[in-house]
């Protein structure tokens, strides 16, 4: 089943985000830290699909696993697949099939970029700049990769979300 996906983005406490993905069939909660600047990495992720390779992964650390996001995009939709590993440090460099599969699910392009902008734009809406450095401390609000990814899906996805409901523009 497609046209499913439901994505959100928590600040939960100092230095940690949690993360729920779900389709119809499977949901998904991650609790990912600080050590990488996640959100800024997954709305880069996210952007590259938009352009070449038609591969992007995207690693969580879960102090000590990882997480990895495969993205594979499919003419219009992206095969999602959810792989942990136990320890970071040691799977950093080894290939996605070596992890553990914990979520998979094949969306339109549209819908993912959609539902990961909409999930950025609420924690921004919702902490500020301001509020949101003082929660995870090590990185700042990604308002550029916000920008360049709301950018890629309003031009390059003719997204009737968007459309309907276009809501205020983001500030620089
Ligand atoms: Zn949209």
Redesign the pocket.
């Given at each position: 089943m497609k046209d499913d996906l439901q994505f959100s983005w928590e600040l939960s406490g100092s230095g940690w985000a949690t993360y729920r993905i779900s389709d119809a069939a499977h949901k998904h909660k991650e609790i990912v830290s600080y050590c990488t600047n996640a959100l800024a990495d997954l709305l880069h992720g996210v952007a590259g699909l938009y352009g070449e390779p038609s591969v992007q992964r995207v690693s969580f650390d879960l102090e000590p696993a990882e997480e990895r996001w495969q993205l594979r995009r499919r003419g219009k939709d992206v095969d999602i697949s959810i792989y942990r590993f136990p320890d970071m440090h040691v799977s950093w460099d080894a290939p996605d099939e070596d992890g553990e599969l914990s979520w998979s699910s094949t969306q339109p392009r549209?819908l993912l970029?959609?539902a990961v902008?909409e999930a950025a734009r609420t924690v921004l809406s919702l902490h500020g700049e301001a509020g949101y450095l003082k929660k995870w401390v090590q990185h700042p609000f990604p308002v550029a990769e916000l920008h360049d990814l709301r950018r890629l899906?309003?031009q390059e996805?003719e997204?009737q979300?968007?459309q309907n409901s276009p809501g205020p523009d983001i500030h620089r």
């Open positions: 549209q970029g959609h902008v899906h309003q996805d997204c979300r968007c």
